[in-house]
């Protein structure tokens, strides 16, 4: 594996259903990402975490929970979640948490909430 | 609010001519500069970054930035089919870690 890889792919869920996705970075790098991208809209941040400690939450509402067990794996638990929520979640990678380095994204979950 | 503008397009080109995109942002702090290429259905791919006045070429793609205007833009020579798709715009500020802020894109085709 190369890169950032995550899965599912793809995902539907009812609005009581209890998911996780995954993400995987393959690139050494310390910070890890997750964005929202919802249509005509831009890329939404969600959270930052860097060396797996959470060092920026944009107000993302408590159904979305993330965990980061190490640099390399990063998860978002979601929960009792609403169809307003059905968009292409982002995992992206950059070394570092700062000095506007770039950042690298994997292939994207595309979630549908029923 | 920090915010990045672009034209939503569809921005539509020849094949072989140079296809033009451009970028403002709100936030003077901001110092880098990113252009992600999203084909339709995919992940965002980064093709170009930019952290100084001026051009930085790279093959076929050229950014531009200008600070005193807060204006950037990308230039594809030599637009082929294959460019056809999304491009976004990022700012990044180091001041806000590397939070990124993104426009909502500009779809470019490019015509055979």
């Known amino acids: 594996e190369t890169g950032v890889t995550q899965t599912p792919r793809h995902l539907v869920m009812g609005m009581t259903n209890k998911k996780s996705l995954k993400c995987e970075q393959h690139?050494?790098?310390?910070?890890m990402y997750w964005y929202k991208q919802s249509a005509k809209k831009p890329l939404e941040l969600m959270f930052v975490?860097?060396?797996?400690?959470?060092?920026e939450n944009n107000s993302v509402p408590s159904r979305f929970s993330p965990e980061c067990p190490n640099s390399s794996h990063l998860f978002l638990h979601l929960h009792t979640l609403q169809p307003e929520d059905s968009a292409l979640y982002l995992c992206?990678?950059?070394?570092?948490?700062?000095?506007?380095?770039?950042?690298?994204f994997g292939p994207g979950t595309r979630l549908l909430v029923l | 609010q920090k915010e990045v503008e672009q034209n939503s397009g569809p921005l539509s080109v020849p094949e072989g001519a140079i296809a033009s995109l451009n970028c403002t942002y709100s936030?003077?702090?901001?110092?880098?500069f990113f252009w992600y290429r999203q084909y339709s259905g995919k992940s965002p791919e980064l093709i170009m970054f930019i952290y100084s006045n001026g051009d930085k070429e790279d093959g076929r793609f050229t950014a531009q930035l200008n600070k005193a205007s807060q204006y950037v833009s990308l230039l594809i020579r030599d637009s082929q089919p294959s460019d056809s798709a999304t491009y976004l715009c990022a700012a990044a500020t180091p001041n806000t870690g590397n939070q990124f802020y993104f426009g909502t894109g500009t779809s470019l085709t490019v015509i055979p």
């Open positions: 975490y860097s060396l797996e400690e959470r060092v």
């Open positions: 936030d003077r702090g901001s110092q880098s």
């Open positions: 690139l050494g790098h310390n910070a």
């Open positions: 992206a990678s950059s070394p570092f948490s700062h000095g506007g380095v770039a950042q690298y």
